[in-house]
């Protein structure tokens, strides 16, 4: 007897189970996730040691040039002084007044910024350094160095900044995060994915990617800052320039750069 009833029950489930199946296949079915975006990618080097252990300091890997060539300061010229350290302003001067301005910014760069040792140094006086040449899109390694509580930053096209700075003792809370965002962003991401800072005193390794408005750096080979948009921080209602200068910054704080090297990028949107 109680074999038909089991039987029964069984295929009463398989007619509910059937019923299921065909409910469930009039639902909507979910679109498989969207791959993540592909990250820029470093231009075949290591982004742990940039160049093979022993690598003489100041020589540029395959593909890149050199913007310092370990013996002087050619190539880089001094930044202007206020206000014409904006480009804007910089842009509508005539051609006899920005000359003689620029003579003023050179005598005053080779006032404060040396060569020792195969080393970029910055007297903690002065005013910024600059690239003689302006630069759109670009890939580029740059070694850094701070003293304690020090402050500094790199500007691209003429834009601040890729800041660096003390984590330790800057008397800014914000550098706790460590080195390597967009600091003067408002609307954009500003402080860094992770710390990246080596000890104060010690080298530091930045690989800045830059294409269109968009900003990647590797901080010691770890990502800080992945392609967020730069602003314009002197026409906060326009795009951010096309071109411009690479700036090594400075806030009065003794300062050491070396191995600074760049590769120029075709412009975004073109091959």
Not at 60 to 75: E, H, R, V
Not at 87 to 114: F, G, I, L, Q, S
Not at 148 to 154: F, L, N, V
């Amino acid at each position: 007897m109680r074999i038909p009833s089991l039987l029964a029950a069984g295929a009463m489930a398989l007619v509910i189970g059937a019923g299921s199946s065909a409910f469930s296949a009039d639902k909507p079915v979910k679109p498989p996730p969207k791959p993540p975006a592909a990250r820029p990618t470093y231009s075949g080097l290591n982004p742990k040691t940039i160049q093979p252990a022993g690598t003489q300091d100041n020589t540029p890997p395959a593909g890149f040039t050199a913007m310092f060539n370990g013996k002087d300061l050619a190539g880089w010229k001094g930044l202007l002084k206020p206000p014409l350290d904006n480009p804007a302003k910089r842009a509508v001067m005539t051609p006899e007044a920005r000359a003689a301005a620029e003579e003023e910014a050179n005598a005053n760069m080779r006032d404060h910024w040396k060569v020792v040792d195969g080393v970029i140094v910055y007297d903690g006086k002065g005013r910024s350094l600059c690239s003689a040449k302006d630069y759109g899109d670009f890939e580029m390694w740059v070694d850094w160095k701070i003293e304690a509580k020090g402050d500094s930053g790199i500007y691209v096209r003429g834009t601040p900044q890729i800041q660096i700075w003390d984590p330790g003792k800057s008397p800014f809370a914000r550098a706790a995060q460590g080195s390597g965002a967009l600091y003067n962003n408002q609307t954009n991401p500003n402080d860094p994915l992770i710390l990246a800072d080596n000890p104060v005193g010690q080298w530091n390794t930045f690989f800045i990617r830059m294409v269109g408005d968009k900003v990647t750096v590797y901080l010691n080979g770890k990502l800080v800052t992945d392609n967020v948009t730069l602003e314009n921080y002197w026409e906060k209602d326009k795009p951010l320039y096309a071109t411009g200068s690479i700036e090594l910054q400075n806030h009065h704080d003794q300062l050491w750069f070396k191995n600074v090297y760049v590769k120029e990028l075709p412009a975004a949107g073109t091959k």
